[in-house]
């Protein structure tokens, strides 16, 4: 039997559920209401209202990926390292909350941050005044992070656990102490699963949605959001399409971009 | 040719993982510019004594004295010792240009340039630039300075390997089994090659392996281990003519290994004959094994043998035909070169100067 036979089911899957859809929304985005040609919904993305919210979209995506960046690094070495290994719950404590629904870590986070949350509470309870915490961009950026912390994490721990101890230990030998061996080896090698990371975390966090609206008590309009309200409150199909292929095309240039930074070409280790 | 004096000494050394102890009271010194291979079956402890040497394992006891100096509180990368790993362990980030040149530009600038008033990074760049391409030179890999270290065969990154530790210029390089990925033919080329480069550089070698072919090839001393200890230290030739004990025989090159008593000096008795030998110092029926190369055993004719015996097996080895001949009491693995077919009768003779008389290994030996 032919091996392509096997990839019959995948071909179709793909076509009814990517293909398709990336007709509809081409269609959608290039029509006006009444089915006629028009490049209106096209012209609004560039709106200065379209584009603020773009930036916000972009800058707290950025913001949360630096912040995933520098927490989950570490965190993926600790992981990594020799001694940890013994302790798999610990590993498993890390990736938990990639095991629960989104919304519910959301909501979570939303009674810990309000006005009348846990925090606040605690403070309260020491005589401090109790803070503003949500409706805050910072809100917003904590659940980001707090949500994707995890796609940072594991990528790069997966990089770092492949990694051959006798590398690290050939750098030591030639002269390298232990910052010149992480700068000069232990990073290097593990820059695909970093560019993984950074993608992993960075695509979903651009498109939020719910949680901006949830911890951004609504001030913070992201690009998801903006994406959702068309499609559900201004029934605008049209301009919730074009607002789509945007954000598509922003997230194909920023992958591409990355792949050039990759020096490996993303040969070894990444995922993606 | 080495010279007399120490420049490592390990002083009763003791390792243990977990409750395996690798390394029991090890005892040995290395002369500078001498050529030590540390030879032995897989778990004998040789890989971990190169570990401790280099800085990457420590003792649980003992000290280790470099130019009579403590180094056990120096980490590796303070020692001035440089590794060739096994399966070489090269920077698959870097093309082999910036694999070789690592080590140099972690030099500090005074070290690189000693004779130079006024350190540019230019000079810097030049330097680095001029020991790398002589490196390449000297092992033969002038053409590949920008290719990616995984695009190269074995060999090629064997030799890689070798020229990034060398170019540090270290006192000592340690090598551990460097050739064992490779083929024979390409081993025994390197092993030539090696041998060449220590004399031509005048460093000291620490050399691991299982190969006692490799050993006798190139070391000016072999240090032959087992369980954690040394059992034999020596030249190639006394190794081999002289093995201390059973093991040590067995372990370089073939030997007929049997259980015999010293009836006095001067005579054993094994395999239900007696022989004359050289060996006196025997207690009065002592227990002893007896050693005997398998060159060393002479095919006569059956009727002028001190042993006579059938022969049980006969194959060509190129060289010597090696033959399994059983005298009742005992199998003999004979080398020949001329050939008696299985099932015929044949005499052996052995000279007293060939049979070998040991004190009984311990039982964990």
């Given at each position: 039997m032919k091996r392509s036979y096997f990839s019959g089911p995948y071909a179709l899957w793909m076509v009814l559920f990517t293909i398709c859809p990336m007709i509809f929304v081409l269609y959608y985005a290039f029509t006006n209401g009444d089915g006629g040609f028009s490049v209106q919904s096209i012209l609004e993305c560039l709106e200065p209202t379209t584009i603020r919210v773009f930036l916000r979209s972009v800058k707290l995506a950025f913001i949360c990926t630096v912040i995933c960046l520098i927490l989950g690094y570490p965190a993926a070495q600790i992981l990594a390292s020799k001694d940890f290994s013994k302790y798999k719950?610990?590993?498993?404590?890390?990736?938990?909350?990639?095991?629960m629904n989104f919304l519910l870590r959301t909501y979570a986070t939303m009674s810990l941050l309000e006005r009348r949350g846990i925090i606040n509470t605690i403070l309260e309870r020491f005589g401090f005044e109790p803070l503003t915490l949500i409706g805050t961009e910072g809100a917003v950026v904590f659940g980001m992070v707090y949500n994707y912390l995890p796609f940072m994490i594991l990528p790069i721990h997966t990089a770092l656990k492949k990694m051959d101890t006798r590398v690290i230990e050939a750098a030591q030998d030639l002269?390298?102490?232990?910052?010149?061996?992480?700068?000069?080896?232990?990073?290097?090698?593990?820059?695909?699963?970093?560019?993984?990371?950074?993608?992993?975390?960075?695509?979903?966090?651009?498109?939020?949605?719910?949680?901006?609206?949830?911890?951004?008590?609504?001030?913070?309009?992201?690009?998801?959001?903006?994406?959702?309200?068309?499609?559900?409150?201004?029934?605008?199909?049209?301009?919730?399409?074009?607002?789509?292929?945007?954000?598509?095309?922003?997230?194909?240039?920023?992958?591409?971009?990355?792949?050039?930074?990759?020096?490996?070409?993303?040969?070894?280790?990444?995922?993606? | 040719?080495?010279?007399?004096?120490?420049?490592?000494?390990?002083?009763?050394?003791?390792?243990?993982?977990?409750?395996?102890?690798?390394?029991?009271?090890?005892?040995?010194?290395?002369?500078?510019?001498?050529?030590?291979?540390?030879?032995?079956?897989?778990?004998?402890?040789?890989?971990?004594?190169?570990?401790?040497?280099?800085?990457?394992?420590?003792p649980d006891e003992g000290e280790v004295l470099f130019d009579g100096k403590d180094i056990q509180s120096l980490p590796p990368y303070r020692r001035r010792v440089n590794t060739v790993f096994?399966?070489?362990?090269?920077?698959?980030?870097?093309?082999?240009?910036?694999?070789?040149?690592?080590?140099?530009?972690?030099?500090?600038?005074?070290?690189?340039?000693?004779?130079?008033?006024?350190?540019?990074?230019?000079?810097?760049?030049?330097?680095?630039?001029?020991?790398?391409?002589?490196?390449?030179?000297?092992?033969?890999?002038?053409?590949?300075?920008?290719?990616?270290?995984?695009?190269?065969?074995?060999?090629?990154?064997?030799?890689?390997?070798?020229?990034?530790?060398?170019v540090n210029e270290p006192e000592v390089l340690l090598l551990d089994e460097p050739l064992g990925a490779l083929d024979l033919k390409l081993r025994k080329e390197m092993q030539v090659e090696l041998k060449s480069m220590q004399q031509q550089l005048g460093i000291t070698f620490i050399y691991v392996t299982h190969d006692q072919e490799e050993a006798l090839t190139m070391s000016d001393t072999i240090v032959v281990m087992n369980g954690g200890k040394i059992q034999q230290i020596g030249d190639g030739?006394?190794?081999?003519?002289?093995?201390?004990?059973?093991?040590?025989?067995?372990?370089?090159?073939?030997?007929?290994?049997?259980?015999?008593?010293?009836?006095?000096?001067?005579?054993?008795?094994?395999?239900?004959?007696?022989?004359?030998?050289?060996?006196?110092?025997?207690?009065?029926?002592?227990?002893?094994?007896?050693?005997?190369?398998?060159?060393?055993?002479?095919?006569?004719?059956?009727?002028?043998?001190?042993?006579?015996?059938?022969?049980?097996?006969?194959?060509f080895k190129g060289v010597h035909y090696e033959m399994k001949v059983n005298t009742g009491d005992f199998t003999w693995k004979v080398h020949s070169t001329t050939m008696h077919p299985a099932g015929s009768r044949v005499g052996l003779s052995i000279v007293p100067s060939n049979i070998h008389i040991m004190r009984r290994m311990e039982a964990e030996g």
């Open positions: 719950l610990l590993f498993v404590l890390f990736i938990l909350p990639m095991w002269g390298a102490n232990p910052l010149r061996v992480f700068t000069r080896v232990i990073f290097p090698l593990s820059i695909p699963g970093v560019i993984s990371g950074i993608t992993m975390v960075f695509m979903p966090a651009v498109t939020t949605f719910a949680i901006s609206r949830l911890l951004g008590s609504g001030n913070f309009m992201l690009l998801g959001d903006m994406i959702e309200t068309q499609f559900l409150e201004m029934h605008d199909w049209s301009f919730g399409s074009a607002l789509s292929m945007f954000m598509m095309v922003i997230i194909v240039l920023s992958i591409g971009l990355l792949n050039r930074i990759d020096p490996s070409k993303g040969e070894r280790s990444g995922n993606w | 040719m080495y010279e007399n004096t120490k420049l490592i000494e390990l002083k009763n050394i003791s390792k243990s993982f977990g409750d395996t102890q690798v390394l029991k009271n090890v005892d040995i010194y290395i002369r500078r510019k001498e050529f030590v291979t540390l030879l032995g079956p897989s778990g004998c402890g040789k890989t971990t004594m190169l570990r401790i040497i280099g800085g990457f394992e420590f096994q399966k070489y362990a090269l920077f698959t980030h870097l093309n082999v240009y910036d694999n070789i040149a690592f080590g140099l530009k972690l030099k500090k600038p005074e070290e690189l340039l000693p004779n130079e008033k006024k350190i540019t990074r230019r000079k810097i760049k030049a330097e680095i630039d001029r020991r790398v391409k002589r490196m390449l030179k000297l092992v033969k890999m002038e053409a590949y300075e920008k290719r990616s270290v995984d695009a190269l065969s074995g060999g090629q990154q064997q030799r890689i390997a070798i020229a990034r530790a060398l030739k006394s190794i081999y003519d002289e093995p201390k004990n059973a093991f040590v025989a067995n372990f370089i090159g073939d030997s007929n290994i049997l259980s015999g008593v010293m009836l006095k000096d001067f005579e054993v008795e094994c395999a239900g004959h007696r022989f004359e030998c050289v060996d006196e110092g025997f207690a009065e029926n002592e227990s002893v094994d007896v050693v005997v190369r398998p060159e060393d055993v002479m095919v006569v004719g059956s009727d002028v043998g001190m042993l006579v015996g059938e022969v049980e097996s006969v194959f």
